[in-house]
């Protein structure tokens, strides 16, 4: 029987203090009865190393808000109070409290914790409009995601075969193509804020020691990224890892890529032109077994383009939306259309695929805007096989979303003299803690492999649909209301 895929997370302290949601201020009155530590279980609350007799600082980006130490203090010398820096990280869709629960995430290993206090309304744009149905839970919970059956979450990348045919001596006949089994339904994407680069020359250490970080992590996981095709990737330092880094090539020519590159790695992406046979052509005779990716981005006629790539023969299509998860329009520029969020473009193309009898002809891989573990879900639900992801793997090595880098000024966590080691495991622990949710997920609804939930619709909730049916029938009574008066 083959071994069990686990992630193995270790517990790993941020190099800088978090900002966190709070402030709490221990006054001179403390008597340092040690209350507060007994009944914090987040760890809020400790005794000096040094010094037992006297409780320590606070660790004030632990806090949930559950005021079980306020209210457990006998000189009621404890205040919270919710912290000034907090609110000015990320921006509107990159909130606050998804970059602080991907720095738990990737400082623990664990599962988040919500804690208490109003979290916004409940539906939003894009995933927060959608629900996992979870009414299926099929045992009790008491054994855990990992002490009940087996749940796979391996998927597979390249072209699938509707039937395979035999010969008379039973030699199969059929042309088998090139497909490659990753262990889980994420692979890590080019990181955002490219840019930034190419006015500042320090970023050559950022490439090395942050890039570093991500090849070392999808090695361990066992996953693949996906890496602009440049000086990074062809260094000799870097030769080794070719079997777990996709390639990405742009500005397509004949003499656009290096013919290493499709040699030595098992699937390379390449940007869509209109003339992106012709490279695909070229790529493959290189290297037959080569899986060739064509990164396309949601926008303008997004469909079409993927059945006319799919009927090509293309085996990985890779669609890609903006960061906060919105189309493109042919300029490049974000689209005008009000409700192109990912979710609805992955929707519209995994069912004309399904409408055209091909879908299964393609792997569709989403980018762009997967900010939570519960996006990976909902994405494949909409129809996507894997997820790239980018910003999250930067949070996991303390980025706080500043746009410093973009502006020429100073990184507040240096993230270009980071550990290699270290941001690996940071990020280990971070899609650890993914995938764990994502078990979760499986197994409420009954399911023992993620490939199940692709395009299963049936298992989840809309708002648009809950919309419509509610209140339908009451527009509709007093259309008639009103036509009758």
């Known amino acids: 029987m083959p071994k ?19 402030e709490i201020e221990r006054g001179e009155d403390c008597i340092n009865c040690g209350r507060c530590a007994i009944v914090c279980i987040y760890e809020v609350h400790k005794r000096q190393d040094e010094d037992l007799r006297c409780m320590a600082e606070p660790v004030a980006y632990r806090c949930k808000g559950c005021f079980s130490c306020v209210q457990e203090c006998p000189q009621a010398t404890l205040t919270i109070r919710e912290g000034t820096d907090y609110s000015r990280l990320g921006d509107s869709y990159w909130t606050p409290e998804i970059i602080s629960t991907n720095w738990y995430q990737a400082e623990t290993g664990k599962i988040p914790v919500s804690g208490a206090g109003y979290r916004g309304p409940f539906s939003g744009e894009g995933f927060d409009s959608m629900w996992t149905d ?37 030699e199969i006949l059929s042309h088998i193509p090139p497909t490659i089994n990753v262990p889980l339904p994420i692979i890590f994407d080019t990181l955002p804020f490219e840019a930034a680069k190419h006015f500042d020359p320090t970023f050559l250490t950022f490439d090395e020691n942050v890039y570093g970080a991500m090849a ?3 090695s361990d996981l066992g996953t693949f990224m996906i890496v602009d095709a440049g000086d990074w990737f062809k260094s000799e330092g870097h030769r080794g890892q070719s079997s777990h880094i996709i390639p990405h090539i742009s500005h397509l020519t004949s003499h656009s890529f290096d013919a290493d590159w499709i040699k030595a790695c098992k699937m390379v992406e390449l940007e869509y032109e209109e003339d992106v046979m012709t490279v695909v052509n070229e790529a493959k005779n290189l290297n037959p077994g080569t899986i060739i990716s064509v990164s396309v981005p ?3 006629n997004v469909e079409q383009i993927v059945e006319e790539l799919t009927y090509a023969g293309i085996e990985v299509i890779h ?11 042919q300029t490049g520029k974000k689209s005008v259309t009000k409700n192109a969020s990912i979710k609805d473009m992955t929707l519209e193309v995994h069912r004309h695929l399904v409408d055209l009898k091909i879908r299964d002809d393609v792997t569709l891989i989403v980018s762009g805007g997967i900010a939570m573990a519960e996006h990976v879900a909902k994405a494949i639900i909409c129809g996507a096989d894997l997820i790239a992801i980018d910003l999250p793997l930067l949070f996991a090595l303390e980025c706080r979303y500043c746009k410093d880098c973009q ?6 966590v240096e993230l270009k003299d980071v550990d290699p080691e270290w941001g690996a495991q940071r990020i280990i622990n971070l899609i650890g803690a993914w995938r764990n949710q994502l078990l979760e997920i499986l197994g409420a609804m009954g399911l023992r ?9 049936g298992r989840a909730i809309f708002f648009e649909d809950i919309e419509k049916d509610t209140f339908d029938t009451v527009f509709a009574m007093d259309e008639s209301y009103d036509a009758n008066g």
Do not use: W
């Open 4 to 22: 069990k895929y686990n992630v193995e997370v270790v517990p790993t302290p941020p190099r800088y203090i978090p900002i966190g949601k709070f």
């Open 134 to 170: 979870m009414s299926e839970i099929v045992r009790p919970t008491r054994d855990g995601i990992h002490g009940r059956e087996y749940i796979s979450t391996v998927v597979e990348i390249g072209r699938k075969l509707p039937a395979i045919k035999f010969d008379s001596q039973g």
């Open 216 to 218: 070392k992590a999808a």
């Open 298 to 300: 949601f926008g303008d």
């Open 319 to 329: 669609l890609y939306a903006d960061l906060n998860g919105k189309a493109f329009n």
């Open 407 to 412: 502006e020429d000024l100073a990184c507040p």
């Open 449 to 457: 492999e993620v490939r199940r939930l692709r395009g299963e619709v």
